[in-house]
């Protein structure tokens, strides 16, 4: 048989001849198919329900010869010659577009629409998984985690992937608790043992110029049970790189689902948020006293942190490195953490349980044939908890040459005792210098990690109303701030309430909230209506609600905080105040829309005065989409507060009336201020 190669690479398939029958000659196997198939002929014939696997045989010698003749193998040949012996007989076929797949016997119904970055793994936990406990080694679990998302990185990018950084990591359960019983007893096997599931799904949730975020959710599950947990959610950031190692641009993502466009709006927060940690941890530092903690301590009993110090050296193997030859991301996380498990247990004495991972940023890559050092401290303890630092640095065959840095993290680690309660530790006391800086950064990084947590961790539903501000806590509500709003503008569920002439309003009602969106399409550009609404004290002018809106401090560019006073809804003499921080967002990219969110928080230098009803809101704030170059969409969204929804069934139809009439001002303000904008720039 002849296989025919196409000009431009592809394959021309010859057409499947009849199988030969004995008894016919060339001049009968050419007679009409009627002859062939037996009708005139005595000779025995090929029984119909063989006849699949003799095409099927056809297709499978075929696909051995463009093997042995180096002829890349479409995928859909590939799947159609290894399930043709199923009883297939048709040449391979592309799905059209929403082809529905149809069981025999099945009634017919669509294919969830998937992801296409999304990759499923499910990995049995084996005895070589497991530590000394027969627990999951969380080493191990890094490992998958990072395999996992570099699949769906590079299913995106369509080229190798590598592994930028991995943000924080907090285990919603801990391995070693996933046992306990409902009294709180140990039932003789902690955490997730041999022969469980562990199930981790990653997919990309946004893709920037040439770096990506990968989403990952890890889950446990007992196969005899049947029960399934949720072990953690993480983030990680890749970077795609072209053969000769430069960076490759990426193509836009673009989600489909609720879920993934809040993940996707989100992701640029996220990104900003990576960004600005070191500034943050260095702001607290310069603030904070060098020797205050060091000296309310008391230092009797403490261990030296010394006696808590662990280098250990590994061999880059080929088994250790990726399709690149550099090393897995994952196997550097699980050595780092095998590091700092040892660094622990010889503060505590015990079995330490890892309960969070700060940011992994790799600075650099490494290959086989790397000598890897890993160094790990106690660098703080605290009463339940304690905090470790790993490095990892690598030589070449040549000790002699400087180390190249390729990663740091922060662990933080507890000791559970029989009920799975955090043990009380033993303080440390720091090396002199060095030792000394590095404690003081653990207690501001912790800081950071309960600000981080209580702001941002929590679900939309369990984030209080006014959080205090704080200069160590700024980053993450700009953050909770801005990304409450786009959980909101990507919300699905909308229902149109009124329509008068350009304005539409929409009502949500959604975990005992009532939303609103009023929009309408504004004849100005999106960034001067930015610039016009983002300004509060400016709002009076075409909001007859509020009476005035003073600038209490500007933390920086994007984030400032007013003390804004309104009248109220009701019938009452008393004006009512909110300290609101007013974030604003840019475009990241197309398509992204011009970002103004409001949301309260507590200054200690504004507390509630008598004269005033101190009112609090949630999530509020605009929303700016251009159309084209002279005109743009406007949206205002707010999420009524359970206070507020007594005076909205009580008035619905003065309620809608007074927002659209608001709106309506709001566009008469921007068309009258848009020109003597244009001349400010100008002047500028």
């Known amino acids: 048989m002849t296989i025919f190669k196409e000009a431009g690479g592809g394959v021309r398939w010859p057409r499947p001849r009849a199988p030969r029958q004995p ?171 041999v022969g469980q599931v562990v199930n981790i799904k990653a997919k990309v949730n946004r893709a920037f110029n040439s770096s990506m975020e990968v989403g990952i959710q890890v889950s446990y599950e007992d196969l005899c049970s049947g029960k399934h947990c949720s072990i953690c959610k993480a983030y990680a950031t890749f970077v795609a790189q072209s053969p000769s190692g430069s960076k490759v641009r990426l193509k836009p993502l673009t989600p489909q689902t609720e879920e993934e466009k809040i993940e996707y709006s989100i992701a640029a927060e996220r990104r900003r948020m990576r960004l600005a940690h070191k500034d943050t941890l260095k702001d607290l530092l310069t603030r904070s006293t060098p020797d205050t903690e060091l000296e309310t301590r008391d230092g009797s009993g403490a261990v030296p942190a010394e006696k808590t110090r662990v280098e250990s050296v590994e061999l880059v193997l080929p088994p250790h490195a990726n399709h690149q030859g550099n090393t897995f991301g994952g196997q550097i996380m699980a050595w780092m953490e095998n590091v700092a498990t040892i660094a622990a247990s010889r503060l505590c004495h015990a079995h330490p349980t890892l309960r969070a991972i700060e940011m992994f940023h790799f600075r650099g890559p490494s290959q086989v044939g790397d000598r890897l050092v890993l160094k790990a401290i106690v660098n703080n303890a605290f009463k339940n908890s304690m905090e470790v630092g790993v490095s990892a640095e690598a030589y070449g065959q040549e000790m002699c040459v400087s180390p190249r840095h390729i990663n740091s993290a922060f662990m933080t680690f507890e000791v559970l005792d029989q009920e799975g309660r955090p043990r009380m530790l033993p303080m440390v006391a720091p090396e ?38 704080d200069q160590s806590n700024k980053v993450y509500l700009s953050y909770n701030n801005v990304s409450a709003l786009k959980t909101l503008v990507a919300k699905t569920n909308w229902a149109l309430a009124r329509e008068k002439e350009k304005v539409r309003m929409y009502t949500l009602e959604e975990d005992k909230f009532l939303s609103f969106r009023i929009e309408m399409s504004v004849c100005i550009m999106a960034s001067q209506a930015f610039s016009l609404l983002s300004n509060l004290r400016r709002r009076h002018e075409w909001d007859s609600h509020y009476v005035s809106a003073e600038l209490v401090q500007k ?81 205002y969204y707010n999420q009524a507060m359970p206070g507020y929804l007594n005076y909205v069934t009580t008035n619905v139809a003065g309620l809608s009336s007074d927002i659209c009439a608001t709106f309506e001002a709001c566009e008469k303000f921007l068309l009258k201020n848009k020109e003597d904008l244009i001349s400010r720039l100008r002047d500028f």
């Not at 199923?86 to 025999?104: H, L």
């Not at 627990?135 to 570099?150: H, N, P, R, V, Y």
């Not at 060095?434 to 404690?439: C, F, N, Q, T, V």
């Open 23 to 193: 008894g016919l000659d060339a001049r009968s196997r050419c007679r009409p198919s009627a002859q062939v198939s037996g009708r005139f002929s005595s000779e025995p014939q090929p029984s119909p329900r063989h006849l699949p696997q003799m095409l099927s045989f056809f297709w499978l010698r075929c696909l051995l010869k463009m093997v042995k003749g180096n002829i890349v193998v479409p995928e859909e040949i590939l799947n159609f010659c290894c399930n043709g012996l199923q009883g297939s007989t048709s040449p391979p076929r592309s799905q059209e577009p929403g082809e529905w797949e149809e069981a025999p016997g099945a009634m017919v119904s669509p294919l969830p629409a998937r992801n296409p970055t999304e990759v499923q793994m499910s990995q049995l936990v084996l005895p070589c998984h497991t530590n000394h406990r027969n627990e999951l080694s969380t080493g191990q679990l890094l490992k998958w985690i990072d395999t996992a998302a570099c699949l769906s990185a590079e299913r995106h990018a369509g080229c190798p992937c590598v592994t930028a950084s991995m943000d924080d990591i907090y285990f919603e359960h801990t391995i070693s608790q996933l046992y306990l019983s409902p009294a709180g007893q140990r039932d003789g096997r902690s955490g997730v043992c």
């Open 432 to 469: 002199p210098g060095d030792g000394e800086r590095r404690y003081r950064e653990a207690s501001a990084r912790k800081k950071i990690r309960l600000d981080r947590k209580y702001v941002v961790s929590c679900k939309q539903t369990e984030v209080p109303l006014s959080v205090p501000w």
């Open 555 to 635: 933390v920086d560019d994007d984030d400032m905080i007013y003390h804004v006073v309104s009248r109220m809804h009701r019938q009452e003499s008393k004006l009512q105040d909110f300290v609101i921080l007013a974030s604003r967002r840019k475009p990241c990219s197309k398509g992204d829309p011009y970002v103004v969110a409001f949301r309260s928080v507590t200054l200690p230098t504004h507390p509630p005065r008598a004269e005033y009803t101190r009112g609090e809101t949630l999530c509020s704030g605009f929303c700016i989409w251009p159309e084209s170059e002279e005109m743009s969409k406007v949206a």
